[in-house]
């Protein structure tokens, strides 16, 4: 099932359900995330957030994007979903039963991508429309981008808390 970005509300995914993505994204790992919420703003709308420290040939070209541990995130969640509505985390490893928590409150969904697949990854992006706090670095900045048929993604955290790590 291909979803359409931004999703308002996740809450009809399901635990397994396998999809795939199109429309804008961002990534945001450990330094991106702790200034958003330190700052309270994201440069970018996070409406899904993708965990991942892109590599980008020339500014443009995104020739590896594989996922990085989410669970290094957890303690941003609640302000992403609150804050920023975000209703889509993607990353690899899962998230924490407090994270869960506040995926049912707010009806979001974590969305697993298969480890060291990062050139697959990359196949989906078709565009960088814009790198933001590039001062953070190529791995940390936020990376705005355009996805078509990006994935494969297992629901692996649903807004019922439910969790495929457990």
Request: net charge neutral; charged share 25%.
């Amino acid at each position: 099932m291909n979803i359409e970005l931004p999703l308002k509300d996740a809450r009809d995914l399901k635990l397994g359900d396998i999809v795939t993505l199109s429309g804008e994204l961002i990534t945001m790992r450990d330094r991106a995330s702790r200034r958003a919420a330190e700052n309270g703003e994201v440069p970018a709308p996070a409406h899904t957030v993708y965990h991942c420290g892109p590599l980008v040939k020339n500014g443009s070209k995104v020739v590896s994007a594989g996922p990085t541990t989410s669970a290094r995130l957890n303690d941003y969640t609640r302000t992403m979903a609150e804050k920023f509505g975000t209703r889509i985390f993607i990353g690899k490893g899962g998230m924490s039963r407090e994270s869960g928590k506040v995926f049912e409150e707010f009806g979001c969904a974590y969305l697993a991508f298969t480890g060291g697949a990062g050139a697959l990854a990359a196949r989906g992006i078709k565009e960088v429309k814009a790198v933001l706090w590039e001062d953070l670095g190529m791995a940390e900045a936020v990376w705005q981008l355009l996805v078509e048929d990006f994935g494969p993604l297992v629901v692996a955290m649903d807004a019922t808390a439910g969790s495929l790590y457990k």
